[in-house]
């Protein structure tokens, strides 16, 4: 027997092992609350242009009710034979209600019907992806606020540059979050287009008010051009783009607590409940979560690459192909939604160590910086001040002695212009409290940043 939705024009059956190559079902079933939404909001317009009844449009409407009701209890039963979700909750309708079943597919086609539900699904995981966004956003905030005087070395290369403020190092974490967010939000714009009313690719005979269905699914607008509405892809790259900057922004931040809870920095713990031990050496207590956030930026880079490669050589309209785009899409979102899940509640729980963090901060000579500038501020030009700085820094290192421990005497053999009041700058205190403007890592200006985004995230 041929398939019932299309096999008209068929002399025999599907081959067995096309039929379940060529099906979605296993995975585009997860769209099926927005195929039903969909399909309710065609058919109430299909109504109100008059290409239904209204006891039609009844029927369907009861139908598809309980077929969400079933499906959402576990009582639905799947048939790779149907194809995908579209044809499975169709077929479903129709055993149901009968004859008006069969009449809700008028003037749409599969092609315009997949990219109408995928945009919703989108869209509604985009909002459950903002509010963990934000809670992430929210817990680095606070523990930004309640760590703005705490002292840690900044680094680059990985070699200790200038102190920091702990806090100071979370809201940059903060602000590439941020930027993460307004990408999510941009990105929502655009995915809320409707492709409805394309149908297979040209538009439809019948009489339809494609503006009615947008309002109606919540949509902006109709999409403007039918064959562009059935196959574009742009906002699911879009969307996994954005999807991975966030992972690599998620990734970078879980690399620094992989080397903050080392033995070697010792900075941070992260408490029993997020990491798990060795079954093998006893001692160990591994960082896994951090470990596998960043591992997954691997797959959501994969899912990006793997759509833009499915986009590329596709003429129009819509070409099977894009079947395809589903579990790269699917994937990035889990990925994005368990990661950001994990990081929300792990931020909060984070334990630094503020002395190991001051203890490092004070090796390294990490305050050579602040004595240059400080003999600018006496007349010296910054090119000699730095060739001065640079030769007490090789006295400390084959003596084994900080800046700030150095005596006035063993400092005043680079320069005469040091003075006692040298010691002001050579703290670390000192050294942090100096970068006082905007974006600078005064505690002071760390408590206005953490103020900011606090009252930006209160507005959401
Ligand atoms: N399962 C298909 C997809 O995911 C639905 C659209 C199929 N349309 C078609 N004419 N074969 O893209």
């Keep these: 027997q041929t398939n019932q939705q299309w096999g008209g024009r068929f002399s025999e059956p599907t081959d067995a092992f096309v039929a379940r190559f060529t099906a979605s079902v296993d995975f585009d079933k997860r769209l099926y609350r927005q195929d039903i939404q969909g399909?309710?909001?065609?058919?109430?317009?299909?109504?109100?242009?008059?290409?239904?009844?209204?006891?039609?449009?009844?029927?369907?409407?009861?139908?598809?009710?309980?077929?969400?009701?079933?499906?959402?209890?576990?009582?639905?039963?799947?048939?790779?034979?149907?194809?995908?979700?579209?044809?499975?909750?169709?077929?479903?309708?129709?055993?149901?209600?009968?004859?008006?079943?069969?009449?809700?597919?008028?003037?749409?086609?599969?092609?315009?019907?997949?990219?109408?539900?995928?945009?919703l699904y989108v869209r509604d995981e985009i909002d459950v992806i903002l509010d963990e966004l934000s809670r992430l956003q929210f817990g680095l905030a606070n523990l930004?606020?309640?760590?703005?005087d705490t002292i840690m070395p900044g680094f680059t290369h990985l070699q200790t540059a200038q102190p920091v403020t702990f806090g100071h190092h979370l809201m940059a974490w903060y602000e590439a979050l941020q930027r993460d967010f307004e990408r999510f939000v941009d990105c929502r714009k655009r995915v809320n287009i409707m492709p409805l009313g394309a149908a297979a690719l040209a538009g439809t005979t019948y009489p339809i008010d494609r503006h009615l269905t947008a309002e109606l699914l919540g949509f902006e607008r109709p999409a403007y051009n039918s064959l562009d509405a059935v196959s574009d892809r742009?906002?699911?790259?879009?969307?996994?783009?954005?999807?991975?900057?966030?992972?690599?922004?998620?990734?970078?931040?879980?690399?620094?607590?992989?080397?903050?809870?080392?033995?070697?920095?010792?900075f941070v713990n992260v408490p029993d409940r997020f990491c798990t031990g060795s079954s093998i050496m006893p001692q160990k207590k591994n960082p896994d979560v951090p470990e596998l956030v960043r591992g997954k930026s691997g797959r959501t880079n994969g899912n990006l690459i793997a759509l833009l490669t499915l986009m590329k050589g596709q003429p129009l309209a819509y070409n099977k192909d894009n079947q395809e785009d589903k579990e790269p899409l699917f994937d990035s979102i889990d990925t994005v939604k368990g990661c950001l899940?994990?990081?929300?509640?792990?931020?909060?729980?984070?334990?630094?160590?503020?002395?190991?963090?001051?203890?490092?901060?004070?090796?390294?000579?990490?305050?050579?910086?602040?004595?240059?500038d400080y003999l600018v501020r006496k007349g010296v030009a910054f090119r000699d001040a730095h060739e001065i700085v640079g030769k007490s820094v090789a006295y400390g290192v084959s003596t084994s002695k900080d800046l700030s421990v150095m005596s006035l005497d063993e400092l005043r053999q680079f320069s005469?212009?040091?003075?006692?009041?040298?010691?002001?700058?050579?703290?670390?205190?000192?050294?942090?409290?100096?970068?006082?403007?905007i974006g600078g890592t005064a505690p002071n200006q760390v408590r206005a940043a953490t103020a900011r985004a606090l009252a930006e995230l209160a507005q959401r």
């Excluded at 930004?144 to 703005?148: F, R, S, V």
């Excluded at 699911?236 to 970078?252: D, K």
């Excluded at 040091?418 to 403007?437: C, K, M, P, Q, Y």
């Design 341 to 372: 899940r994990a990081f929300a509640d792990m931020v909060p729980a984070l334990e630094p160590r503020r002395e190991v963090m001051r203890e490092a901060a004070l090796r390294g000579f990490a305050t050579a910086t602040d004595l240059a």
């Design 144 to 148: 930004a606020q309640k760590e703005a």
């Design 39 to 119: 399909s309710i909001a065609h058919a109430k317009m299909l109504a109100k242009v008059g290409v239904l009844t209204e006891q039609e449009r009844d029927d369907i409407l009861r139908g598809l009710e309980e077929i969400l009701i079933e499906i959402e209890r576990g009582q639905f039963e799947w048939s790779v034979a149907l194809e995908d979700v579209h044809m499975n909750i169709e077929a479903a309708l129709t055993k149901k209600i009968g004859i008006a079943g069969k009449k809700l597919h008028t003037g749409r086609s599969r092609n315009d019907q997949v990219a109408t539900d995928v945009r």
């Design 234 to 266: 742009d906002f699911a790259i879009e969307f996994c783009s954005a999807a991975s900057l966030l992972l690599t922004h998620l990734s970078r931040a879980s690399e620094e607590l992989v080397l903050w809870t080392s033995a070697q920095f010792n």
């Design 416 to 437: 005469d212009k040091i003075d006692a009041d040298v010691f002001d700058v050579l703290t670390l205190e000192g050294s942090v409290a100096a970068r006082d403007h």
